[in-house]
């Protein structure tokens, strides 16, 4: 509420000394900013972290001056930022562009687009997921009004729909372009948008009127077979599982029932998890619990988490660039 709680309720002093110092920092320049502003402000907090900022700042001997002879009034609302880790490690929805995002590699140089295979649409035989003789396509088409259309598709539509809009786009491409397709009705799987895609693969001035539309409907094809793809539709039952699991009990729990998980890798199966990915599943855990309850069982089932997962990351023959930079 206004003025947010005492200190001695928050616990400043439990902070580790480095963390005391920064809170006592940022209050300082809030401080010396709210001067500037004329402020006399009210504090509101939400989350832990902010109560202990609100409180400290509620506190502040020359802030207490200042609100005594500011003329102008303000709300300040502190809020936490850890539910900011829990949207960019989690596998939220039904969406296809992120999962196309997510699952294919990084174009070069590119931070916000991925590389396409476009070995499917030439003459070059090759089972070799990496080659590179040929360029790859990418999901930016700014000068392909279908191809835009489409990938606005991918970002608004659910799944089911967004890969039904990519058949309809190819049917439509190549009805205009008199190639024999055969359009069929029903559930939209891989294997028949690639066989829409190869029908383009001779007609080079077909292949140039659509190559962005193209470029997007191999994406997905790409997308819907990589095996991670499986893998997040795991990752999104286990996180729906796990906010029904931190409701009902205790955190050393939900940790309990995790260790089972974690294996290395001479024990792992396609469909486990790596160490990268358990990272990931433990930042988002942290993320939504909220305020832990510190004590001998909880140190307990950390403890646990902790050998198991330096056992996991001790053992695989080649460290991912991540785990070389943890290690």
Known sequence: GPGGPGPAEVGLGALPAGLRAAVRALVGDLDALFVALGLREECFAVGAFSRVVAAELASYAPARNRRRTATNKASVVFVDRTLDLAGAVGHHGDNLAEKILCVLPKLPGHKTDVMVNMVELTALQTTDETCSIIAPGCLAQPNDPAAKALWESFMNLKQKEAVMEARRHLVEAASRENLPIKMSMGRVTPEQLSSYIKLFK?????????CGLLQL??????????????????????E???LQTIGESEMPNVLNQLLPMIKSYNERTKDDYTCEEFLVLLVYIY?????????KELD??????????????????????LLQTIT
């Open 202 to 210: 001779n007609n080079f001035k077909a292949l140039e009127n659509h």
């Open 300 to 321: 307990a089932a950390e403890e646990d988490v902790k050998k198991a997962l330096v056992k996991a990351i001790c053992d695989e023959p080649e460290p991912s660039p």
């Open 217 to 238: 409907v191999l994406a997905t094809v790409q997308t819907l077979k990589h095996p991670q793809t499986s893998k997040w539709d795991n990752f999104l039952a286990f």
């Open 240 to 242: 729906r599982l796990l």
């Open 287 to 295: 993320s939504v619990v909220g305020e832990i309850k510190s004590g």
